[in-house]
């Protein structure tokens, strides 16, 4: 899959006369709890020629897209974000973004872009707008159980998944892996919760998601663990460091780096 992959984002380069920089799986996939019929969700990154640059009206400005599409190629669902808009989500913590830089799945990556990203990924990331989100997340698929006489395993999942991201953000300042399997051990002693945990995982793999009979002391968990978010966030400050002309220097340096590519 990754051959058919990596030659539909060379089809993207040249219909859309781009260069991709990075791509990776952003779904399942990337947090180990794919099935056998688990859709592909790449995303990418690419950058336009120089020329494009040079010209009064910005990226993202009329017919100048800033992010292409491609959704349901097969089995593969495609998208991805322009240089500029993806650098300045990243000045903001995107969480979506971060959460690609991190992926365990990467089909591809040319020039330092994205290793300097991360290296200024300390830097950058915000605390209390991440774990907010998370948080927000969480709040938002449990309320959704609350309205069901039965509850899906993937929306559990959604439940936890984000619980456990603003969890590691809090605890160790910094991003985590996405690896779900990773954070339930990193989280979760043994017992009947990280049992059932574990049995949750078991039926996604399998692709058997529609219902999940221990629910209930996942969502008292959840509902603790939502709590204890609400409160600690309201501790953390918002990060007020500016790093525009880091970030300047990364797609400078970039658009040196692919001019004999596309110019």
Same mark, same amino acid.
């Given at each position: 899959?990754?051959?058919?992959?990596i030659?539909?984002?060379?089809?993207?380069?040249?219909?859309?006369?781009?260069?991709?920089?990075?791509?990776c799986?952003?779904?399942?996939?990337?947090?180990g709890?794919?099935?056998?019929?688990?859709?592909?969700?790449?995303?990418?990154?690419y950058?336009?020629?120089?020329?494009?640059?040079?010209?009064?009206?910005?990226?993202?400005i009329?017919?100048?897209?800033?992010?292409?599409?491609?959704?349901?190629?097969?089995?593969?669902?495609?998208?991805?974000?322009?240089?500029?808009?993806?650098?300045?989500?990243?000045?903001?913590?995107?969480?979506?973004?971060?959460?690609?830089?991190?992926?365990?799945?990467?089909?591809?990556?040319?020039?330092?872009?994205?290793?300097d990203?991360? *290296?200024l990924?300390?830097?950058?990331?915000?605390?209390?707008?991440?774990?907010?989100?998370?948080?927000?997340?969480?709040?938002?698929?449990?309320?959704?159980?609350?309205?069901?006489?039965?509850?899906?395993?993937?929306?559990?999942?959604?439940?936890?998944?984000?619980?456990?991201i603003?969890?590691?953000?809090i605890?160790?300042?910094?991003?985590?892996?996405?690896?779900?399997?990773?954070?339930?051990? *990193?989280?979760?002693?043994?017992?009947?919760?990280?049992?059932?945990?574990?049995?949750?995982?078991?039926?996604?793999?399998?692709?058997?998601?529609?219902?999940?009979?221990?629910?209930?002391?996942?969502?008292?968990?959840?509902?603790?663990?939502?709590?204890?978010?609400?409160?600690?966030?309201?501790s953390?400050?918002?990060?007020?460091?500016?790093?525009? *002309?880091?970030?300047?220097?990364?797609?400078?340096?970039t658009?040196? *780096?692919?001019?004999?590519?596309?110019?």
């Amino acid at each position: 899959m990754k051959d058919k992959i990596i030659t539909i984002l060379k089809q993207i380069e040249e219909k859309h006369e781009v260069k991709i920089l990075y791509a990776c799986e952003a779904g399942s996939r990337a947090w180990g709890l794919e099935s056998i019929s688990s859709d592909y969700d790449v995303r990418f990154i690419y950058i336009h020629p120089k020329s494009i640059y040079l010209s009064i009206d910005p990226i993202g400005i009329g017919s100048k897209k800033d992010s292409i599409e491609l959704y349901n190629h097969e089995n593969i669902e495609i998208s991805g974000w322009e240089l500029t808009k993806a650098l300045r989500l990243f000045r903001k913590s995107n969480p979506s973004l971060l959460e690609w830089l991190q992926s365990p799945k990467q089909y591809y990556q040319a020039y330092s872009t994205i290793d300097d990203m991360n *290296e200024l990924l300390p830097t950058v990331l915000d605390y209390k707008s991440c774990t907010l989100h998370y948080l927000q997340m969480a709040r938002s698929n449990f309320n959704k159980t609350q309205k069901e006489t039965t509850n899906h395993v993937k929306i559990i999942l959604n439940i936890l998944r984000p619980i456990f991201i603003a969890k590691w953000v809090i605890n160790y300042h910094s991003f985590p892996p996405l690896d779900f399997q990773r954070l339930v051990n *990193e989280f979760i002693p043994q017992g009947d919760l990280k049992g059932a945990i574990l049995s949750l995982i078991t039926l996604k793999r399998r692709g058997m998601t529609k219902t999940f009979s221990d629910s209930q002391i996942l969502l008292e968990y959840a509902l603790q663990e939502m709590d204890y978010l609400e409160i600690t966030i309201k501790s953390l400050h918002k990060r007020q460091i500016n790093i525009t *002309e880091e970030l300047n220097d990364i797609f400078r340096n970039t658009l040196n *780096e692919i001019k004999n590519c596309l110019d």
